[in-house]
Structure formats: structure tokens, C-alpha cells
């Protein structure tokens, strides 16, 4: 099932710019969003702020269970 959905003209000619010859919005669209979706998760498993070294890890395993 279709539908039609309003975009700015600007959003629609980057859309072309990003799409190759005779490849449809759909197309264009649902490439931006699977490329949005690995970046997402490759930014969710590189983030490094919660991280802590494996030294780190092995001297509170050992301060816990000596």
C-alpha cells in the first residue's frame, strides 16, 4: 500500500541528489533509513563512556570475590 507524504521542494531535490538514475523516493528513502539504522547501532556498540578497561573490570572482580 502507498501513500503520499509532503516534504519541503528542497528535501525533495536532496532526495534526487542521493538517488540514482530511475531509482524511486521509496528507494532512496529506505537506503537512508537502513544506512541511519547501522550507524545507530554501530554508535550504540562503539560508545565507549560507560566502558571500563579489563584491568579495571579484573580488580573489581577480585575486590568483590577475593
Do not use: F
Not at 531535490?13 to 537502513?34: C, P, S, W
Amino acid at each position: 500500500m502507498n501513500t503520499t507524504i509532503a516534504i519541503p521542494t528542497d528535501i525533495r531535490d536532496q532526495l534526487k541528489e542521493l538517488g540514482e538514475k530511475g531509482e524511486t523516493y521509496a528507494n532512496v528513502i529506505d537506503r537512508l533509513v537502513k544506512s541511519a539504522r547501522k550507524r545507530m547501532l554501530h554508535d550504540l556498540l562503539m560508545d565507549e563512556s560507560d566502558c571500563v578497561t579489563v584491568e579495571k573490570a579484573l580488580e573489581e572482580a577480585k575486590r568483590r570475590w577475593p
